[in-house]
C-alpha cells in the first residue's frame, strides 16, 4: 500500500473512532497488566467477566499477593491456561512490590521482566497507560497489515517494524487500537465483511467477499 493510501485508510478509521481504546475493562495500570496478561489465548469478553470479580477482591498488587495463587486461580477458571496465567498474575504482583514500590513501570524493558509479559502486553502497556507510540501487534493486527497490503511482515515483529515506518505519526498513537477493532468487527479471520468495509477501495486484499 502506499503512502497517500495509508494516510487515508488512517484518516478514515480516525473519523469513524476518533477516540479508540481497549475494551478490556480496568481502573489502574495494574489492572490493565493483569487484564492484558489474562488475554493470551482469550477474548477480551472472556477476561472482563473474570476480572470483574477478580478486581473486586484483588484490585491492588499487595490484595493479589495475599489472596494468592489458588484462589486467584479460582477466578479465572473460565478462561484457557488459567492455572499458568495466576501463578503469573501473583510472581509479577510480587515483583511489583519488591522491585516497582508497587507501581507499573514505564520501562519497556522492567515490563518484559514481568512474569507473563511479553512485547504485545508491554507495548499495550506503554501505549494506553504511558501514552507511548508504540505498536501492539496481536493476530488481529497481524492479518490486517498483511491482508490489505498496509505493512506485510512474515512474523509480529517484522510487522511491527513495518507499520512503526509506515503509519504517520499523527496516527501512530491510536493505530493499533484502530487496527485490533477493524480487524475483530469488519476485518475478520475466516468471512472478512468487505461489503461494510470503510477502506475497502484502498485494500489490496485479492479475493474481497461481497
Given amino acids: 500500500m502506499k503512502r497517500d493510501a495509508i494516510r487515508e485508510f488512517f484518516h478514515r478509521l480516525a473519523a469513524a473512532n476518533p477516540s479508540p481504546t481497549t475494551e478490556l475493562e480496568y481502573g489502574s495500570p495494574f489492572q490493565l497488566l493483569v487484564a492484558v496478561v489474562l488475554s493470551a489465548q482469550a477474548t477480551d469478553k472472556s477476561v472482563n467477566l473474570v476480572t470483574r470479580e477478580l478486581f473486586a477482591v484483588a484490585p491492588t498488587p499487595e490484595a493479589m499477593l495475599s489472596l494468592g495463587e489458588e484462589n486467584v486461580a479460582a477466578h479465572l477458571r473460565s478462561i484457557g491456561l488459567y492455572r499458568n496465567k495466576a501463578k503469573n498474575v501473583v510472581a509479577l504482583s510480587r515483583l511489583l512490590l519488591e522491585r ?111
Fill in 100 to 210: 516497582h514500590g508497587g507501581e507499573v513501570p514505564r520501562s519497556r524493558e522492567a515490563l518484559e521482566a514481568l512474569p507473563g509479559v511479553g512485547r504485545k502486553t508491554a507495548n499495550v502497556v506503554l501505549n494506553t497507560v504511558f501514552g507511548e507510540p508504540v505498536m501492539a501487534v496481536d493476530t488481529h493486527i497481524f492479518r490486517v497489515a498483511n491482508r490489505t497490503g498496509l505493512a506485510p511482515g512474515k512474523d509480529v515483529l517484522a510487522v511491527e517494524q513495518a507499520l512503526m515506518r509506515r503509519v504517520p505519526k499523527e496516527y501512530l498513537h491510536n493505530a493499533h487500537h484502530w487496527l485490533i477493532l477493524h480487524g475483530r468487527y469488519v476485518c475478520t479471520a475466516r468471512k472478512p465483511r468487505c461489503k461494510d468495509c470503510r477502506v475497502r477501495d484502498l485494500c489490496e486484499f485479492r479475493d474481497k467477499t461481497v
